[in-house]
């Protein structure tokens, strides 16, 4: 936003029926000159449209993968190698999308920049958006693309065995694309990015708006792998052991290993690090220090969902202010939540539920 701008938009949040021949009396301007300054300020979002009515809503934006997800659940122990009675089901997911959506269930308003082709898939992704109140406007829907499908086996205690991912279609999430998608970036309230991206998009994104907190969702090991050296661009990260083990070169066999691998995210510039150590719970780090905290015993229905619910409430957090503790017990009340149900994202997750939830961590 040029200074200009901002002049403009403050009269304009004292009187928003100013007419633009007083404001620029005002500003000392042509009326001309405030005609474009404000169709600026409505093309970057700041103003909405009729009576130049201010946004003043914050919002998070989600940078990252949108897909359909066909899981096949085994009715009794899997058997390799061979084929087995169970459940197939079919559902919307993608990293990206379901921390998007986690984090409308939790009350936050939230933007989705992601790529979908124009097909059944990509139709039932942006329809079932709308009906949760996601708004994924900015999203990319290619012509003739095929939209991301995610297959994956789990094993009879409902923890992913493995799986298969098809997201070709994130390669259109260019350069250009994003430069298109600057004003949207720009006025959130933080990012959220999957590593689902490709590496040169990641790279423009960190680079190209410096001011802005971003957060990283590693999606696995691998994926992980290509941002190593961007990682002190991150405000906050929530790598699992092996992801963080990857990332900073230390072994984490103890609590002892998760701090010092924590410190050396902090060194590269990391503020807040969320190591996920499994069932021995979270290592929290940050300006407040470090802390574990113990994940409450709880009957796992499905472990897909849990990653997106914790990073999602760590963002929640955040725009609520929350202490480092807070926000950790926000994060692992979410994932309990997702891990509680059999689809990847808890229809009942809630901003209610959530502090319920943190009551009796």
Same mark, same amino acid.
């Given at each position: 936003?040029?200074g200009?701008?901002?002049?403009? =938009? ?5 009187d ?16 001309s ?10 093309k970057?979002?700041?103003? =909405? ?7 003043e809503?914050?919002?998070?934006c989600v ?14 122990e ?5 084929s087995?009675?169970?459940?197939v ?5 993608g990293?990206?999308?379901?921390i ?8 936050v ?7 979908i082709?124009d097909?059944?898939?990509? &139709? ?9 109140g996601l708004?994924m406007v &900015?999203?990319?829907?290619?012509q003739g ?8 086996? =789990?094993d ?7 799986a298969?991912s ?8 260019t350069?250009?694309f ?22 040169e ?40 052991r ?11 066999k ?27 719970g979270?290592y ?16 796992i ?7 997106d619910?914790?990073?999602?409430a760590?963002?929640?957090?955040s ?9 950790a ?10 891990l ?8 009942q997750?809630s ?11």
């Open positions: 936003m040029t200009r701008e901002k002049e403009i =938009l403050e009269h304009l949040k004292k928003p029926m100013m007419p633009q021949s007083d404001l620029a009396d005002l500003l000392g301007i042509t009326r000159s405030v005609a474009v300054h404000i169709a600026n300020l409505m970057k979002g700041h103003i =909405l449209g009729k009576g130049y009515i201010v946004r809503d914050a919002y998070v940078i990252g993968g949108s897909n359909v997800d066909i899981q096949g659940f085994p009715t009794t899997l058997i390799y190698r061979d087995n009675v169970g459940k089901k079919v559902s919307m997911g990293v990206g999308r379901n998007a959506e986690n984090l409308v269930r939790m009350g308003h939230t933007k989705l920049i992601s790529a082709g097909d059944l898939y990509g &139709d039932k992704i942006l329809e079932e958006a709308k009906s949760v708004d &900015d999203t990319l829907v290619v693309g095929e939209t991301s499908t995610y297959l994956s086996i =789990l009879d205690s409902k923890d992913m065995i493995l298969i098809h997201m070709d279609i994130m390669e259109h999430l350069i250009e994003i430069k298109r998608k600057h004003h949207i970036i720009e006025n959130a309230a933080l990012c959220i990015l999957d590593t689902n991206l490709p590496l998009t990641i790279e423009y994104i960190l680079t190209t708006f410096k001011d802005k907190q971003f957060f990283l969702d590693t999606v696995s090991s691998t994926k992980a792998q290509k941002v190593a050296s961007l990682i002190g661009y991150f405000n906050t990260i929530k790598p699992n092996i992801e963080a083990e990857m990332l900073t070169g230390v072994p984490i103890s609590e002892t290993d998760a701090t010092i691998a924590a410190d050396r995210f902090h060194e590269k510039g990391v503020v807040n690090v969320f190591i996920s150590m499994g069932e021995k979270i929290a780090s940050g300006p407040e220090g470090g802390q574990f905290i113990k994940a409450p015993k709880i009957e229905v499905n472990a897909t969902g849990a990653g619910a914790f990073i999602a760590l963002a929640k957090a725009l609520m202010e929350l202490t480092q503790l807070e926000t017990k926000m994060a692992i009340a979410a994932s309990g939540i997702a509680s149900h059999e689809n990847t994202i808890n229809p997750m901003e209610g539920l959530l502090f319920k939830k943190m009551e009796v961590l």
